[in-house]
């Protein structure tokens, strides 16, 4: 179907582009080619009450005022079952989920994983120390964690890994590194107003916790105190201002709260009734990779790892100089993520803009046109 009517367009375009009639020719006309019938499979019993079904529940819901659009077709022979505004165009909003998952599915395959690892330019000296940087490098996993949760892949377990080397002291400083990917900050098309939410997290190549801080608001232990304000994980990563105070008891709840764009700045002002139930804000971060170097530090710490230099973080827009080759460095640790089906699943089931994005992007790195491929018909197709 689609590459029938690819063929019909393009003829169109053909066909609308002439400047001036074909010259004629000369030779004895001929009889018309013979009409090409086309048979469309007749609709079913079962077609026409789905169809009834869905009329109903168009018309029977609040979506009189919207736009919707509903197209079904059968994949066992083409007929069209079922279309209301199918030819509309529509804005597709997280419907791209179900399409940019399926894709990865076939091309990266279902036990597909993610690999973030840990460098440095040498072992650990007889000391267990390593006289340079330490490297935080992300391939683009969805799921890495800061603190230890079972199996999962966790900053926790790169400490545990590193102190079971050997390692008792970083002198240089702790580098996050997302330079995996060469892509914009945020996805195309993410309106401003999203970004400081969980669900406009920046997608970055080397991402801990969903890129997310939780802010918890409630009521101060008295009237005219400031409202409680807590933000988790802590670790001094964000500057929190809070102008909020604890009212009445029955005066409304109308606390705001606000993370500058460019910055790790949160603000939170207006007041909380006294007795009042507290609530919480789930806010992105601002540079998820010095996020990721900054928990990765704390962690080292509290395995009983000293480090003396500070959290750093490298994308790729560096110069030649100072750009990071893994294949160059010692690998200390490394951990792979969940396999793609579970990340998949929990894409689609929860609807995770950061996931879908890591995933599109990782499908540009290993399937995108500038991926290495050994074979160049392949490469070319890209």
């Known amino acids: ?21 074909a010259p004629q ?25 789905l169809a009834k079904t869905i009329d109903q529940i168009i018309d029977r819901s609040d979506l009189q005022q919207g736009r919707l ?70 391939r683009g996993a969805p799921d890495l964690i800061s603190k230890a ?17 050997g390692v ?17 900050l945020f996805g195309v098309g993410w309106q401003w107003n999203d970004l400081q939410w969980y ?35 802590n670790q001094n990563y964000v500057r929190l201002m809070n102008t909020g105070t604890t009212a009445d008891r029955d005066a409304p709840t109308s606390i705001g709260v606000l993370r500058d764009l460019s910055g790790n ?11 009042g139930h507290a609530f919480s804000a789930f806010l992105s971060v601002h540079n998820p990779a010095l996020w ?24 790729f827009r560096v110069d030649e100089k100072g750009k990071f080759d893994p294949q160059k460095e010692l690998e200390l640790a490394s951990q792979d993520s969940e396999p793609l089906s579970e990340i998949i699943r929990r894409t689609n089931k929860e609807s995770n803009n950061l996931y879908a994005e890591l995933i599109l992007r990782t499908l540009g790195k290993e399937r995108g046109s500038t991926a290495p491929d050994p074979d160049p018909r392949k490469k070319q197709t890209r």
């Not at 395959?109 to 040498?122: N, P, Q």
């Not at 892949?153 to 080397?165: G, I, K, N, T, V």
């Not at 991402?207 to 409680?228: L, R």
């Open 1 to 21: 179907m689609l590459i029938a009517l690819t063929v019909v367009v393009a003829a169109g375009v053909l066909t609308l582009g002439q400047r001036k009639p």
């Open 25 to 49: 020719t000369k030779e004895k006309p001929t009889s018309p080619p013979p009409a090409i019938s086309v048979i469309t499979p007749a609709l079913t019993a079962r077609d026409l009450s």
């Open 69 to 138: 659009g509903v197209f079904v077709m059968s994949l066992s022979d083409g007929r069209i079952v079922y279309s209301h505004d199918g030819d509309h165009l529509f804005t597709p909003a997280s419907n791209m989920k179900a399409y940019t998952t399926a894709v990865a599915l076939d091309s990266l395959g279902a036990d597909y994983r993610w690999r973030t690892s840990v460098y440095a330019d040498k072992k650990p000296d007889a000391n267990g120390s390593i006289n340079g940087d330490l490297i935080l490098y992300g």
């Open 149 to 165: 949760k079972g199996d999962a892949p966790s900053l926790a377990r790169f400490a545990d890994q590193l102190y079971e080397a």
């Open 168 to 184: 008792r002291r970083v002198a240089g400083n702790i580098v996050g590194d997302e330079s995996y990917f060469r892509s914009e």
């Open 199 to 233: 669900y406009g997290a920046q997608p970055s190549a080397l991402s801990v916790d969903e890129n997310t801080i939780e802010v918890t608001m409630g009521p101060g232990n008295k009237i005219g105190d400031h409202a409680s304000v807590v933000v988790s994980p």
């Open 265 to 275: 700045d949160i603000h939170v002002w207006g007041e909380f009734p006294t007795g």
């Open 292 to 315: 990721a170097a900054t928990l990765f530090k704390q962690a080292l710490i509290a395995r009983g790892i000293n480090v003396s230099g500070e959290p750093r973080n490298r994308d």
